[in-house]
């Protein structure tokens, strides 16, 4: 998806020209993906800009943070208000897509960054749709998803994500427009960068936090509406073969936002297209993002 470039980016408290926004070559967390980021969106509501649960996203950079560990010296009401402000120098008014990253700069091209430099960036820019298409065909990756034994699965590092470009690259390549990953005991665990929701009988699964999953911001958002529905909803491992026979599946993320899958391994899911529950959460997520729910309302954070 080609980028919309935008006037600004703020970069270590500064708002800098989208030019001169510039890394040297030897940062060490291009070499090493020592960096952490969030993917938060922006949606137009009523006569304004509405951030998505912003409060939320910052809150988990914080906890990516302390994972690896990253410090730095920006609280989080600051990125929040700068978040903002970004925006607002943009002069964003359509549906947007923000990506703060707190990474480790140039001091040395050793793998220990003790003493290096810690960036923060934040950039904001124009974003429709990441699925043209809101029926997907995906396949099952022949790569696993990364296990906590190995990577810190819960933290939002850019490191994790080359496990995700893998299984996304072959997917494409293979006519897909998307992958599962496998996690593990080959448990189902997650998309290339979604959570998953199986639906079987009225009934709606999606795997726990031990299956390896970044625990989603999308994904919460959609448990606790779904509840509210008064739909059934469990957090229990799922296996591969519960894919094939479900009723729906569904995507959800920050960019895929909630998106039916009608077809895995070219099997048909259900009908081969989307299902009556998948449908009505992704009615009721659009309402919400738009500031259309009253009872949600809390959820948007007001840029203008």
């Known amino acids: 998806m080609a980028i919309e470039e935008t006037e600004y980016m703020w970069m270590d408290g500064e708002f800098v020209k989208w030019e001169d926004a510039k890394v040297p070559i030897l940062t060490h967390a291009i070499h090493y993906g020592t960096a952490v980021f969030e993917g938060i969106r922006a949606y137009p509501s009523k006569d304004n800009l509405g951030v998505f649960r912003l409060k939320e996203h910052i809150s988990r950079l914080s906890e990516s943070c302390k994972i690896l560990p990253l410090e730095h010296k920006y609280s989080e009401s600051e990125l929040e208000q700068n978040i903002l402000e970004l925006l607002r120098k943009n002069q964003l008014k359509r549906s947007s897509y923000i990506r703060p990253l707190v990474y480790v700069g140039y001091g040395g091209i050793g793998l220990n960054f003790t003493g290096f430099p810690v960036n923060v960036s934040i950039t904001a820019f124009p974003f429709g749709k990441y699925f043209s298409n809101p029926e997907i065909k995906v396949c099952i990756s022949n790569w696993k998803r990364i296990s906590d034994e190995s990577m810190p699965v819960q933290a939002k590092a850019s490191g994790n994500y080359l496990n995700s470009v893998l299984a996304k690259l072959d997917a494409l390549r293979s006519g897909f427009d998307d992958a599962i990953l496998l996690g593990k005991n080959s448990m189902v665990s997650e998309g290339t960068g979604e959570n998953i929701f199986v639906v079987k009988d009225g009934e709606i699964a999606t795997p726990p936090t031990t299956s390896s999953i970044l625990v989603g911001i999308t994904r919460d958002s959609v448990i606790q509406m779904a509840r509210d ?41 259900g009908t081969g297209k989307i299902g009556k529950i998948t449908d009505r959460i992704r009615q009721a997520y659009a309402d919400i993002v738009a500031g259309n729910n009253e009872k949600y309302l809390n959820w948007l954070t007001e840029v203008y």
Do not use: C, H
Not at 233 to 245: G, P, W
Not at 248 to 266: C, K, L, Q, R, S
């Open 229 to 269: 529905m008064g739909m059934k909803i469990k957090e229990r491992e799922i296996s591969r073969i519960e894919l094939y026979q479900a009723d729906e599946v569904f995507f959800t993320g920050t960019a895929a936002e909630v998106t039916a899958i009608v077809e895995i391994d070219n099997r048909k899911i």
